[in-house]
Nanobody, 128 residues
């Protein structure tokens, strides 16, 4: 089993930056594809950004392209979401997720159904 814990959420002004962390325990993440999703109040959970196990490939939602980046530190068993130039519409609970099914592949899953492990989420609120 993999346990994921997000941190780094909070209140930020529009145009500001925030870095979220997702720390894993129970198993090493080094061979897992990782993703960040978000869910705004009253909306479906949506894909934000993901990274392949090696870090060589990322997928980025159009809504955050050019503003958000994802990285991973396998030595620390941690994945990061760097958010820049945030907008009020980025307000949501952010979740990290792990997918073991594409280990050693450069495929980055986009759907919630493809991820097996989820964190509890961290709230990000962007004020205008």
């Amino acid at each position: 089993q993999v346990q994921l814990v997000e941190s780094g959420g909070g209140l930020v002004q529009a145009g500001g930056s925030l870095r979220l962390s997702c720390a894993a325990s129970g198993r090493t993440l080094s061979s897992y594809a990782m993703g960040w999703f978000r869910q705004a109040a009253g909306k479906e959970r949506e894909f934000v950004i993901g990274i392949s196990w090696s870090g060589s490939r990322t997928n980025v939602a159009d809504s955050v392209k050019g503003r958000f980046t994802i990285s991973r530190d396998n030595a620390k068993n941690t994945v990061y979401l760097q958010m820049s130039s945030v907008k009020p519409e980025d307000t949501a609970v952010y979740y990290c997720a792990a997918d073991p099914d594409y280990r050693y592949s450069n495929y980055v899953p986009l759907s919630t159904e493809e991820y097996d492990y989820w964190g509890q989420g961290t709230q990000v609120t962007v004020s205008s």
